[in-house]
């Protein structure tokens, strides 16, 4: 009886995301929050879920200031 290919895979699984790494990424987040202009009490408060949402929506407020920038610099040399 041979053992099949469900033991002769290399991965089995995928590695379980840990706690510290966990800890460490939402760290990270809410500093870059901060930096982007947050107040720090009102990230303090604020869960993971938020955190995401909140750099998801800087990051889109960003990109759209950004555009409109090279727009109105295009115009300005044409």
């Known amino acids: ?4 290919r469900t033991y002769n895979k290399a991965p089995v699984s995928r590695p379980k ?6 800890t460490r990424r939402v760290a990270t987040q ?8 947050m107040d720090e009490e009102t990230v303090r408060k604020l869960n993971t879920k938020e955190i995401r949402e909140q750099l998801i929506a800087t990051a889109k407020a960003a990109a759209t200031v950004k555009a409109a ?3 109105k610099a295009a115009a300005a040399n044409a």
Do not use: D, H, I, P
């Open 1 to 4: 009886m041979g053992t099949g």
């Open 30 to 37: 809410r500093k870059r929050l901060v930096e982007r202009g």
């Open 17 to 22: 995301k840990g706690a510290s790494e966990r």
């Open 69 to 71: 920038a090279t727009v």
